[in-house]
């Protein structure tokens, strides 16, 4: 089986700095996804690290730790945008399932 | 515009009714998913299907049926309805492929989602 953890709810400055951490349990481990959620929405896909080190997208970045079993999201220059939902995913090999952390609320505060 | 569809967007019903949310995309997308969203508990998947005729449980799959007569089409059958199938549903699509550690359906594009309330 596979479960992951994440925090349920972070708060942040606009123009601040923020990271989502999450920590997995995982039979088999085969990459690290991130999905952003606004409310009433559809998940959209952020990133995905395969590899330990950092990955960046423009003010988003993915950092993974296979060895720790961790990984997390950082977003920089916060916008109000950015508030939403935020979620880790672990791929199953057999079912190409993706499972889902249970997501962190974040909010974006003036 | 490449995009998933759902509908209806928005649906309430009585217990037993049978129902049918419709899925589709048009990215030629070989893998299909259904998906259902609870407060607190995340994403779950429901049913998949890897391509036209190929479906297989997800984590949750008691009370629904689906069907992959199409590549496009793959519709979420709820034979009868019950008030814990009160959910958010989201249906998903991807390529099947993959190029070294990554496999296509770690990208996966959603629907808009479907809200259903079971009375």
């Known amino acids: 089986g596979q479960s992951l953890e994440q925090p349920s709810e972070v708060t942040a400055v606009e123009g601040a700095i923020v990271q989502i951490n999450c920590t997995y349990q995982t039979s088999g481990f085969y990459g690290l996804s991130w999905y952003q959620q606004h409310d009433g929405g559809a998940p959209t896909f952020l990133s995905y690290?395969?590899?330990?080190g950092l990955e960046e997208t423009g003010r988003f970045s993915s950092f993974l730790s296979r060895s720790d079993s961790y990984g997390y999201l950082l977003l920089q220059e916060l916008q109000m945008k950015d508030s939403a939902s935020y979620f880790c995913a672990v791929r199953d090999t057999g079912r190409r399932a993706l499972t889902f952390g249970s997501g962190t609320r974040l909010q974006v505060q003036p | 515009e490449a995009q998933v569809t759902q509908n209806p967007r928005y649906l309430i019903t009585v217990t037993g009714k049978k129902l049918t949310v419709t899925c589709s995309q048009n990215?030629?997308?070989?893998?299909m998913s259904w998906y259902r969203q609870d407060p607190g508990l995340g994403l779950r998947q429901i049913y998949y299907?890897?391509?036209?005729?190929?479906?297989d449980k997800g984590d949750v799959p008691e009370g629904y049926k689906v069907s992959r007569k199409e590549k496009r089409n793959f519709p979420l059958i709820l034979e009868s309805p019950s008030p814990n199938q009160t959910s958010l549903y989201f249906c998903?699509?991807?390529?099947?492929?993959?190029?070294?550690?990554?496999?296509?359906?770690?990208?996966?594009?959603f629907g808009p989602g479907t809200r259903l309330t079971v009375l």
């Open positions: 299907s890897m391509n036209v005729e190929v479906t």
């Open positions: 998903a699509s991807s390529l099947s492929g993959r190029s070294g550690l990554r496999y296509s359906t770690d990208t996966q594009y």
């Open positions: 990215m030629n997308h070989e893998y």
């Open positions: 690290n395969a590899l330990d």
